[in-house]
């Protein structure tokens, strides 16, 4: 898994250009759920890659600090968000003091960690009455295009290999006060940019350059077939889950827990 994960070193440069951002919608939902204004609020963002959602939290006025540990990553993160704080870690280990985060988030990170080690870690940095946010923007399937690409590259990678990164929270957030939402929205981006978004995804980084090129190539064809005009509107659901905080005495311990 960790393999796997820092090989979107490779792209780095792609990932940040043509991953999808997200929605402001998501960060008032964000606020709603954990109670807490963004604004003035000391968050760490764990698994920051080139800092997408890192700088829309700066744009609500958190205090930031990025984690993230792959090379490439941190580097166009720190091209992008110069005056930000950027720790170089796993989630399932964080090198933070105790009870010093209101928030921890995971934009589209959190299923690259050990749960029975990033649940308990999190809830270690939290301050009372902080929170846990992770969320992901998944294919919108109800959209039927985006219902048959998501066909094709299943046929491509075998059944649910490629299913947007893939997402899970651990039964360990299911003994938490979690609450979970949806949120739909969409954006129309050249078609470029679509196949760029694509091959940034982890089916790609381990499919092999000349599999990834025949893909991307077919997927040019068919997508001309629904947008002739090469503006593709992609369409996501943002997965979003927030979990707060217990009281000390009920917090979930862990194998990397230091409280």
């Known amino acids: 898994?960790?393999?796997?994960?820092?090989?979107?070193?490779?792209?780095?440069g792609q990932y940040d250009a043509a991953r999808p951002s997200y929605p402001p919608v998501l960060f008032d939902a964000v606020e709603e759920l954990s109670g807490r204004s963004l604004r003035g609020s000391r968050v760490l963002d764990v698994g920051a890659g080139t800092g997408i959602a890192t700088r829309l939290l700066r744009e609500r006025g958190a205090d930031v600090t990025a984690?993230?540990?792959?090379?490439g990553m941190a580097a166009q993160l720190r091209?992008?968000?110069?005056?930000?704080?950027?720790?170089?870690?796993?989630?399932?280990a964080l090198p933070i003091a105790d009870a010093s985060a209101d928030l921890v988030t995971y934009a589209q990170s959190w299923h690259w960690t050990d749960p029975a080690r990033a649940v308990p870690e999190a809830l270690r940095v939290l301050r009372p009455g902080g929170a846990l946010a992770l969320w992901w923007n998944v294919a919108d399937l109800a959209v039927p295009w985006v219902a048959a690409q998501e066909g094709?590259?299943?046929?491509?990678?075998?059944?649910g290999a490629h299913s947007s990164d893939g997402r899970r929270g651990g039964s360990l957030l299911d003994e938490l006060p979690t609450?979970?939402?949806?949120?739909?929205?969409?954006r129309t981006v050249p078609l470029d940019t679509h196949l760029a978004n694509l091959g940034s995804h982890s089916l790609f980084r381990v499919l092999g350059d000349d599999a990834t090129e025949a893909c991307l190539a077919d997927e040019r064809v068919e997508l001309l077939k629904v947008f002739p005009a090469g503006l593709v509107e992609e369409a996501y659901v943002v997965e979003l889950s927030v979990t707060l905080r217990p009281s000390a005495s009920s917090v979930v311990q862990g194998p990397s827990s230091r409280a």
């Open 1 to 12: 898994m960790t393999d796997r994960a820092l090989s979107f070193d490779a792209v780095a």
């Open 67 to 71: 984690v993230e540990p792959g090379p």
């Open 79 to 92: 091209r992008t968000l110069p005056d930000t704080p950027l720790v170089r870690a796993f989630g399932d």
């Open 152 to 159: 094709r590259l299943h046929l491509v990678a075998g059944a």
């Open 179 to 186: 609450v979970r939402r949806e949120l739909r929205w969409t």
